[in-house]
């Protein structure tokens, strides 16, 4: 069994800062990736950012310059630094988390409650 458990959304008004956090915990074998993703009501689920084990980044177009993801494999654990917030990110932010339970086993998608921001002009 995998837990991904989130943590660090809350209000904030706009040009402020918010620190998510994600760790995942149970049966891993190794981890080949983890992102961050986000939906408003009313619209698609989009990748915000993610990081693979190599530790290359991809970003989406409108948090570039202003987020930043980073990993601590030691601990089965991303953030996301987000910086000069602005009311259009506001969204319910999940976390993703792709691996290997166990040696023998496939990769396996595993996916966080979701975690609130939001973002008061």
């Known amino acids: 069994q995998v837990q991904v458990v989130e943590s660090g959304g809350g209000l904030v008004q706009a040009g402020g800062s918010l620190r998510l956090s994600c760790a995942a915990s149970?049966?891993?074998?190794?981890?080949?990736?983890m992102g961050w993703y986000r939906q408003a009501p009313g619209k698609q689920r989009e990748l915000v950012a993610e990081?693979?084990?190599?530790?290359?980044?991809n970003y989406a177009d409108s948090v570039k310059d202003r987020f930043t993801i980073s990993r601590d494999n030691a601990e089965n654990r991303v953030a996301l630094q987000m910086n000069s917030l602005k009311p259009e990110d506001t969204a319910v932010y999940y976390c993703?988390?792709?691996?290997?339970?166990?040696?023998?086993?496939?990769?396996?998608?595993?996916w966080g409650q979701g975690t609130q921001v939001t973002v008061s002009s």
């Open positions: 993703k988390v792709v691996l290997r339970p166990r040696i023998l086993s496939g990769v396996r998608e595993y």
């Open positions: 149970g049966t891993i074998f190794s981890i080949n990736a």
């Open positions: 990081i693979t084990n190599p530790g290359t980044t």
